[in-house]
């Protein structure tokens, strides 16, 4: 079992920034790949930004140069620094972890979730 805990959510006004964290913990023998996503009320869930076990990041096209992914292997955390925050970032997050765990299985886990409201 893997286990993924979100922190970092919250209310903040048009341009400001929050830092979102992600640790995952359980029976881990590598990861491969950590990631963002988001959904609005009433939208499909969206693809923010992910990073690889070797640093390669990629984003969605509206976060670009506002957004940025970053990863902690030794303490299998991953972040998300979120600046120039707009109303329409007002979403829940959640981040997502691929690998393998310690008896061979790969696993494929979600967190809970963190709200984030960007509102004046």
């Known amino acids: 079992q893997v286990q993924l805990v979100e922190s970092g959510g919250g209310l903040v006004q048009p341009g400001g920034s929050l830092r979102l964290s992600c640790a995952a913990s359980?029976?881990?023998?590598?990861?491969?790949?950590m990631g963002w996503y988001r959904q609005a009320p009433g939208k499909q869930r969206e693809f923010v930004a992910d990073i690889t076990s070797g640093g390669s990041t990629s984003y969605a096209d509206s976060v670009k140069g506002r957004f940025t992914i970053s990863r902690d292997n030794a303490k299998n955390t991953v972040y998300l620094q979120m600046n120039s925050l707009k109303p329409e970032d007002t979403a829940v997050y959640y981040c997502?972890?691929?690998?393998?765990?310690?008896?061979?299985?790969?696993?494929?886990?979600w967190g809970q979730g963190t709200q984030v409201t960007v509102s004046s």
């Open positions: 359980g029976s881990i023998f590598s990861i491969d790949y």
């Open positions: 997502r972890t691929r690998g393998r765990q310690r008896l061979g299985a790969r696993f494929d886990a």
